[in-house]
């Protein structure tokens, strides 16, 4: 295999200070096997595992010591590396953190330690999320799925990556640990957000068993109670059957379960058309709902007239509430938790439409519906904005790591 060239060998964006190329690295001289033993706790302890598909982070959780057939177990202190032999080609492979310390892994998972005169852990945290390392994973993880595709600790420390010295090493954690932690807060924005949201909604309509809430706009106070009905109530909405033909798709009037976003976040582009078939029309207020794997909440309004595949269910406003009110009424959890509660399959589940029908509902006047939409829908486009602010930090962030890094052109040996 060709040597990679020098060029190959120095990031696009440098640091003014650092000058010369990148070392070729083989991780046997980087890592440390440690083994630090432990018995089988009495009472239950924290462990870890780590099957997070390359995002470099632990699954932490409680584990029962007689369920757990290990007599021995490894404890992991703060910057270990810890791999998964089992889903290593997943990239399950993370860097211990502070609240991680003390915590337990078996045998299925090694664990190493920085020779931090060479590399060190702040800096490896971003090598390990790269997905040419991943892929390295991969290729030395013979065998079929799962349990079948096991690391080779041996071949691991073969591996091979790419450093330079200590001060780079550290500017370049640093730039990107403070990047890191812009992300993270506005991702704790977006939840507080949410968390707001969700406890306003169960302010604003009425409690299980209850037809009247517990906070009311003032001019609506005393205006009596909510009217119950179901969500398949001829008054209340349709689930839309009309049809479109191939002919009048768009990519940007076409929605499937591909382009509807999670989280309620609305909808993209489609990036490709159905070759064949007809299509479930939709119009401008209409809610759209992926039908498969609905706990994604992929939940939209429609903000223009298309059509949807047949994953996606249409649903119209009728007489007795409002488009809008109706949107607030399927954009919620409850909603969601009531489909799931009713889903069939396990691996790509979908919701029963005839359940959906017989979801329990309750609405005040339209007056109120609006006053009530009105509210949910500027603290939703709220969120949107932190959320779009959110996604051009991370798409920041991974531009910036592809001109940090040098991009080799060969695979490393």
Request: net charge positive.
């Amino acid at each position: 295999m060709n040597e990679p060239t020098e060029k190959a060998l120095v990031p696009v964006l440098r640091f003014p200070e650092f000058k010369g190329v990148w070392e070729v690295k083989i991780l046997q001289d980087l890592l440390s096997l440690t083994i630090r033993e432990r018995k089988k706790p009495i009472t239950p302890y924290t462990g870890l595992g780590v099957r997070s598909h390359g995002k470099g982070t632990f699954l932490k959780y409680l584990e029962n010591p007689e369920k757990n057939s290990m007599k021995l177990l490894y404890e992991v202190q703060r910057d270990d590396l810890v791999v998964s032999i089992t889903f290593a080609w997943e990239g399950a492979i993370a860097i211990a953190g502070l609240s991680d310390t003390g915590s337990l892994v078996s045998h299925r998972f090694p664990t190493y330690i920085f020779k931090r005169n060479i590399v060190i852990s702040e800096f490896f945290r971003y090598i390990i999320l790269d997905k040419q390392f991943v892929y390295k994973l991969g290729v030395i993880s013979p065998g079929g799925a799962g349990r079948n595709r096991v690391l080779n600790k041996c071949d691991f420390l073969k591996l091979t990556t790419l450093l330079p010295n200590i001060e780079e090493q550290q500017k370049i954690a640093d730039c990107l640990t403070s990047l890191d932690q812009l992300i993270n807060a506005q991702s704790q924005k977006i939840d507080l957000l949410k968390t707001h949201k969700k406890a306003l909604m169960q302010q604003l309509f009425p409690l299980e068993g209850e037809t009247v809430p517990r906070l009311r706009f003032p001019e609506f106070r005393g205006a009596g109670e909510w009217e119950a009905a179901t969500l398949g109530d001829k008054n209340v909405s349709v689930f839309v059957k009309e049809r479109l033909s191939l002919e009048k798709l768009t990519l940007d009037n076409y929605v499937s379960t591909e382009n509807l976003l999670p989280e309620y976040a609305g909808v993209k582009a489609a990036s490709k058309l159905p070759p064949t078939g007809s299509f479930t029309r939709f119009k401008k207020g209409d809610v759209l709902i992926s039908n498969i794997r609905p706990y994604l909440k992929k939940v939209w309004s429609a903000n223009k007239e298309g059509a949807s595949s047949n994953d996606v269910i249409v649903i119209r406003a009728q007489t007795k509430v409002s488009s809008h009110f109706l949107t607030c009424l399927l954009k919620n959890d409850e909603f969601i938790n009531y489909i799931m509660k009713g889903a069939k399959g396990v691996k790509m589940p979908r919701g029963d439409i005839s359940l959906m029908k017989d979801y329990p509902i309750a609405f005040p006047c339209i007056s109120e519906q609006q006053k009530i939409a009105d509210c949910l829908s500027s603290l939703d486009q709220l969120i949107n904005a932190h959320s779009q602010k959110l996604t051009t930090l991370k798409t920041h962030k991974k531009a910036l790591m592809q001109q940090l890094f040098p991009a080799v052109a060969e695979e490393l040996a």
